[in-house]
């Protein structure tokens, strides 16, 4: 079960549904922290910063990050989902605003906004134009003009009499929702079905994806996990897909329960192919798919790779959601046939048996093509699709599509029948087995799972289950889920798509009940969450209440849950939240519906995808928004509160004859707990002391929810006239040339000053129509916290955060006030910053609404008790939870050996934590928020007279205060000195299970090429030697890129080691791939990765290696080698060439987003960012392109990689580490060639992790 835990976010009206309160997350999922070296916080070069496409999270470091979201409204633009029913990944789901996700079509009906009330149906008209089009397997271009069947033109209603009304009003819920017109669907002769999708943005790319329907659900009990080493043998066995590395092109693969998908990001063309890349990619995945060679070399190799993937997903976090996987289906084989496979089975699978399964499931009739993107001929691609897939597997099939099975029902309409001549000459009499296998290879899986599932439907199944407990010494936190299961509803009508936006309207008001009620200094829990969605990759709609809690607290914890969610179900939601909640949603619609021409590609692919799995129809953004407005006008209170009630009364009225008896619940706890005062202690807790808690919370008093106040604006007219009177508020000069306003035509940047100090950068920008975002940075962050308040700074963020006070306004009404505006807000502190981000809509006085809450949040901030002991208690939980995982406790022991144990870019200690006061923490946060310590950036379509107004009136009428100078101090951050008791470390975790890790990482200069030890790098660069390369002149082959006068520009730039240190890294990781994983099979996953700090005079580099306790003291020697051998084994202009494109593709994919904008302007009018100007982003992509090798030497040459300066931590797990562990360490035969190769010098993580 994948997971998104974003409130309110972007995905689309029929997305899963949740509701719950974060106060922060238990050990598996609350990353509160700023300092952990993993992925998401080795930062990048902003200039190339981007978002991976995986289909999963990895469990490497914890997250760099403290962000919380400190106001939010109930709808987050930041992950845009493009359907009105994406409904794929289903654990912790926001209450998501409607993403109608589809496109528009040219055929249109009218349709009436109809409106019944409490005594009859009175329908109120409203003409509005909802585009549809109709399209099937033969005809794949053909768009219907004709109204649906039964649909005549709508007359006025005022002379209807109520039945008239009644019938016109059920006729219209009966009407099926618009099919998306832009979607071409096709099929060719051998049964390949191929989705077409024209898509802009990213322009000049598209996406192909090749779904063949088969995972892990269809393996026999001898075959656990072959679905997966087909994936893995097919994909990187294709020879044809290596010949798209250097073009730009990006491809992976995935499999899971009922599918495998490969994938390839592509250009649509480039400067060295003669033509079109379409018929290159699709003739890569015809080969992966359909044409694999099963080599035994290829086999072993994957083998070896799976075999260390296993270890690698085998987390706490994996163990967990297999538990709830195998409980909520315990009677079918989804709870068995996880995709990774069985250990044991692996090792003995020959080639044969491989190819085999291959030929049994991999053949056109069981595949799906996926192609969305920057196509302008779709006739021209269809000729593409059957030229390469045309001839693929006719030449052996015969036979007659089967009879259909009950699942097959269920995707009827997805699944095109065979031709009807292929039946014709099928005898009634027993085949023959030949003529079984080729009947059995037509067959193509329903989309859905073919499993069976007991349903939570009352009166179906009586046998009550008790609950089921899963104990684990990794697991810090008590965690219960209680589990409702039912068949999927698909959504094809007005109808359908009312009572989803009703269910919508129902738990939004739940999640803010539970998000804001419980603000006590000791909460019963750490978070309350309730999801309803539907999940594709498991066939069924699951409710999920979710409670997780300190151990210590779970009675009382799941007590309160229980109480609420009836609370809620007895009572209903109120006026006031029905029509809060409609118009959020509808408000959001109404912003997507606007932003239709720049939703992604991939964004649309997966929308897409899942939608097919689930059966709902596909709309466009446009369509899925005037459908939205067509229904709801129909919505009633008594309505909503009815089908609401029917959601929760498995946990409302739990115990009940007449309730629907949960499909499971599943606690998981910790085998010990701390207690103060006590030390560690065993934790125990029965089945039936679970049932007790609920039934306690089921008979707690309740009472109807009264209705708030919610404030129109947080600040009057005349609050803003008296301050504008009294602060004089005006732009003064930027530069030195005395310019107030300074523009570049190039970026479309404005940079402005306001008299109280405040810097200010703005860019109008119509990517996203209607929309903007905005990033306050305020310079210091963790760095600047002293040695008698350490913490301080990273615990008074987030109290600032828990208490979402400002000025006399509650934290609830500043949350309804956010909700109203659509504006979400998160607050953030990082090692050099604190951060604030708004993102808002234009519409209705949005930007307005945002700039008020930024001026109230640094004038009126409220600091509460109650909040600081929360804040502490996360923290301090959170440091406690670091010896139970394995990446966390391995970093962390690596970053107090490189720091020299600074607690800066650790977890603040507990005696830490103890000492703090929310005195001191209040001054170690607002000593940075001074004025001239500030730069607000916006990006967003707005004009320009708006924006500057909204600068001038909220922003310059911000008090001035000074302390730059103190703002910025920090205490010098330097790395350890050599010794060899901390260089080189070793870390053991006892588990049940046997895992390994490694992180090795060393010095290297900042962005700007400043050195810990004083050096500003520049000064040397372009006197500097160069170095030498061996017939360095012969592999350029005099490239106009080696020329000195371009070359010498690079090196005086200040991104010269931004740009090269970026290159490097890409070049880096292709050979720890290609050495690490795929020669010597040491590794599933290794990577290299730069932490550039842009205000701290320092980085560092880190690779993380995942392997076997055998293997991973080779691993680390291997990377070792790879980090050092670039003297020997030189850099070709081939590798640089790739790196390049591969940087530049990432940077022309988000150029149009205004995040993206966001990270390029930060720190242009930074004083503690010097050398950042507006050259930085103008000349990017030209530094790029004139970046040598030689070039790329001097930036290696400032990496410490030495074996004094370079530091190592090596994680093992398992029941005998820590005893005599060198012992327990299996010594395998050396790999042969390794010194020849490389010169020396729920449900979300039982998918399988992205190929390469």
Not at 530 to 557: I, K, M, Y
Not at 924 to 936: H, K, L, R, S
Not at 1127 to 1145: C, F, S, V, W
Request: a negative charge; aromatic letters at 8%; charged letters at 25%.
């Amino acid at each position: 079960m994948q997971a998104s835990s974003v409130l309110f976010n972007t995905k689309p009206l029929l997305a899963q549904i949740y509701a719950g309160n974060r106060y922060g997350k238990d050990n598996r999922n609350f990353t509160p922290n700023t300092t952990q070296i993993n992925q998401a916080q080795l930062k990048k070069p902003v200039a190339w910063r981007h978002a991976n496409r995986r289909r999963c999270s990895r469990a490497y470091l914890v997250n760099n990050k403290n962000t919380s979201k400190i106001f939010h409204s109930e709808t987050n633009h930041e992950s845009r989902r493009v359907s009105c029913f994406h409904c794929c990944k289903r654990k912790q789901i926001g209450i998501n605003g409607f993403t109608s996700g589809f496109f528009a079509d040219k055929s249109t009906f009218q349709l009436s906004k109809l409106k019944p009330n409490k005594d009859k149906v009175g329908l109120h008209v409203r003409q509005l134009h909802v585009s549809c089009a109709t399209v099937g397997p033969n005809e794949p271009h053909a768009a219907s003009t004709t109204w649906p069947d039964g649909v005549t033109e709508k007359q006025s209603f005022d002379a209807l009499d109520p039945e008239v009304e009644r019938r016109e009003y059920e006729q219209f819920l009966r009407l099926e929702l618009p099919s998306h017109p832009k979607l071409h669907r096709g099929q060719l002769k051998n049964g390949l079905r191929y989705l077409i999708l024209p898509n802009k943005v990213p322009p000049n790319r598209f996406e192909a994806h090749m779904e063949v329907h088969v995972g892990s659900i269809d393996e026999e009990d001898d075959e656990q996990g072959i679905a997966h080493m087909i994936e893995h043998v097919a994909f990187l066995g294709s020879k044809k897909r290596e010949k798209l590395l250097g073009t730009g092109a990006r491809s992976n693969a995935y499999t899971d329960f009922h599918h495998t998908v490969f994938h390839i990001h592509s250009p649509t063309s480039t400067k060295d192919s003669e033509g079109d890349l379409m018929p290159v990619v699709l003739d890569a995945l015809n080969e992966i798919a359909f044409h694999p060679k099963f080599l035994a070399s290829r086999v072993e190799k994957e083998r070896r790779a799976i075999l260390s993937e296993l270890q690698m997903m085998n987390t706490i976090e994996y163990r967990v959601d297999c538990q709830l996987l195998q409980y909520l289906h315990s009677e079918n084989k989804l709870s068995k046939r996880f995709p990774i496979g069985l250990e044991e089975q692996i090792k003995k699978w020959d080639a044969d048996k491989i190819r085999k399964f291959h030929e049994r499931w991999y053949f056109p009739g069981n595949a799906t093509l996926y192609i969305v993107g920057d196509i302008d001929d779709i006739s021209k691609t269809v000729d593409h699709i059957e030229e390469v897939f045309g001839q693929t597997g006719t030449e052996s099939e015969v036979g007659a599509a089967p009879t259909p099975t009950a699942f097959g029902a269920m995707a009827s309409f997805l699944v095109p029948k065979l031709p009807m001549g292929l039946a014709n000459g099928l005898s009634h009499e027993r085949s023959s087995p030949i003529e079984q296998s080729k009947i059995f290879r037509k067959e193509r899986h329903a989309v859905r799972p073919p499993v069976q599932h007991n349903w939570s439907i009352p009166g179906i199944y009586t046998d009550v289950k008790l609950p089921h407990i899963f104990q684990h010494e990794l697991l810090q936190n008590f965690s219960i889920n209680m589990f409702c299961k039912i068949p999927v509803s698909k959504a094809r009508t007005y109808g359908d798509l009312r009572n989803v936006l009703m269910k919508r309207i129902f738990l939004s008001a739940l999640h803010f009940r539970i998000n804001t009620r419980y603000k006590s200094s000791n909460p019963p829990f750490t978070s309350v969450e309730l999801d309803h969605s539907d999940s594709g990759r498991e066939g069924c709609t699951v409710t999920t209440l979710t409670v997780t809690a300190e151990p210590r607290n779970w009675q009382n914890a799941i007590k309160v849950a229980v109480q609420e969610v009836r609370r809620l179900k007895v009572f209903g939601v109120t006026n006031g939240e029905l029509a809060r909640y409609l118009d959020a949603l509808l408000k959001d619609s109404e912003q997507l519906a606007a932003m239709i021409d720049n939703v992604s590609s991939v964004d649309n692919l997966d929308f897409i995808m899942e939608s097919d799995a689930l059966g709902h129809t596909v709309m466009d953004q446009r369509q899925g928004h005037e459908s939205l407005v067509a229904i709801a006008g129909t919505v009633t209170l008594e309505e909503v509160n009815s089908i609401g009630a029917k959601v929760l009364e498995f946990i409302s009225d739990y115990g009940k004859p007449s309730a629907p008896l949960p499909a499971a619940i599943v606690a998981c706890v910790p085998k010990k707990v701390h207690i103060d005062g006590s030390g560690e202690t065993e934790f125990k807790l029965t089945p039936e002391e679970i049932v007790a808690a609920i039934e306690a919370g089921l008979n707690e008093f309740i009472e109807a929810e009264p209705e708030l106040e919610i404030p129109k604006e947080l600040i009057s007219t005349e609050q803003l006239q008296e301050l504008r009177f009294l602060r004089h508020p005006s732009f003064v000069p930027v530069d030195q040339e005395k310019v107030s306003k300074v523009y570049d035509g190039e970026t479309g940047i404005v940079q402005r000053r306001l008299s109280n100090g405040i810097s200010v950068n703005y860019k109008v920008s119509k990517n996203e129509a209607n929309s903007g975002v905005m990033r306050l940075i305020v310079g210091g962050g963790r760095a600047a916290e002293s040695s008698e308040a350490k913490g301080a700074v990273i615990v008074g963020v987030r109290t600032l955060s828990e208490g979402g006070r400002v000025g006399d306004f509650s934290r609830e009404q500043v949350e309804l006030f956010c909700v109203n505006h659509l504006i979400n807000c998160s607050l953030e502190s990082t090692e050099e910053f604190i951060c604030m981000e708004f993102r808002f809509t234009l519409r209705d006085g949005g930007m307005r609404a945002a700039f008020q809450l930024l001026h109230m949040v640094l004038e009126h901030n409220v600091w509460l008790d109650d909040a600081f002991d929360r804040a502490k208690q996360l923290y301090l939980s959170y440091y406690r939870s670091i010896p139970k995982s394995l990446e966390r406790s391995t970093a962390h022991k690596l970053m107090l050996a490189m720091l020299n144990g600074d607690e800066r870019f650790v977890e603040p200690t507990p005696n830490s934590l103890q000492q703090l006061t929310l005195s001191r923490v209040k001054d170690a946060v607002m000593n940075q928020f001074v004025c001239d310590n500030m730069e607000v950036s916006i990006v967003g379509d707005f004009s320009e007279e708006d924006i500057e107004s909204c600068i001038l009136e909220y922003l310059g009428t911000v008090k001035e205060k000074k302390g730059l100078e103190r703002a910025q101090h920090y205490n010098p951050i330097i790395f350890r000195p050599h010794t060899s008791d901390w260089q080189h470390q070793q870390m053991f975790l006892k588990d049940t299970d046997e895992r390994a890790c490694a992180y090795i990482a060393g010095p290297a200069p900042n962005r700007w090429g400043l050195t810990f030890d004083g050096k500003n790098l520049h000064d040397s660069v372009s006197n500097s030697a160069t170095f030498e390369l061996v017939n360095f002149d012969q592999q350029s082959g005099g490239s106009e890129n080696a020329e000195k006068g371009v070359q010498g520009k690079l090196r005086d730039h200040p991104l010269f080691f931004a740009v090269t240190l970026g290159l490097l890294a890409e070049v880096i990781n292709s050979r720890l791939f290609t050495t690490v994983r795929d020669s010597l099979g040491l590794t599933y996953d290794v990577s290299f990765e730069l932490n550039l700090f842009d205000r701290l005079k320092l980085g560092w580099y880190v690779i993380s290696v995942t392997s076997t306790p055998g293997k991973v003291h080779k691993a680390v020697d291997a990377c070792k080698s790879v980090l050092r051998g670039l003297h020997g084994n030189q850099i070709a202009p081939r590798e640089l060439d790739r790196a390049r494109r591969t940087l530049l593709m990432r940077h022309e994919a988000e150029i149009k987003s205004n995040a993206y904008w966001l990270g390029l302007m930060a720190h242009l009018q930074s004083t503690s960012v010097p050398m950042k100007d507006i050259s930085c982003i103008k000349d990017l992509t030209s530094l790029y392109d004139a970046a040598t090798v030689e070039d790329v030497y001097v930036a290696y040459a400032q990496l410490k990689i030495d074996e004094n300066s370079l530091y190592s931590c090596i994680g093992i797990s398992g029941s005998q580490a820590g005893e005599d562990a060198t012992d327990s360490i299996v010594e395998e035969e050396l790999v042969e060639g390794l010194h020849n190769i490389i010169p020396v010098g729920r449900g979300s993580s039982t998918v399988t992790r992205p190929t390469t």
